[in-house]
């Protein structure tokens, strides 16, 4: 089954997660810490979905996101963190 992956957002923060039944199981948040930056603080998946790479498929939004707007990302979040270190694909957005 392919979740769709939903974005919202306001001057301060955003949030990249995944509905089912109208109640939101997966979730990234972050927030602006500069104009051209986001911090993101937190990433959660319900249990049911843990092992799925559905917090990689929220990460890439968030990348994709990122890179579309021109942002840099700090990783907070110890998930994002893990990744940035782990997969050089982010290279270009993470926050030296």
């Known amino acids: 089954m392919e979740q769709k992956i939903n ?9 990249f997660f995944i509905e089912k039944e109208h109640k939101i199981i997966a979730e990234m948040q972050y927030n602006y810490t ?6 993101v603080n937190h990433t959660e998946v319900k249990p049911e979905l843990k092992g ?7 990460l890439d939004a968030l990348a994709d996101y990122a890179r579309k ?6 990783p907070l979040c110890p998930f994002v963190e893990v990744q940035f270190s782990r997969y050089q694909k982010y290279n270009d957005i993470k926050k030296q």
């Open 7 to 15: 974005h919202r957002e306001n001057n301060t923060n955003g949030l």
């Open 52 to 58: 799925k790479g559905v917090g990689t498929k929220l």
């Open 69 to 74: 707007n021109n942002l840099k990302v700090i």
């Open 34 to 39: 500069d104009k051209n930056e986001i911090t």
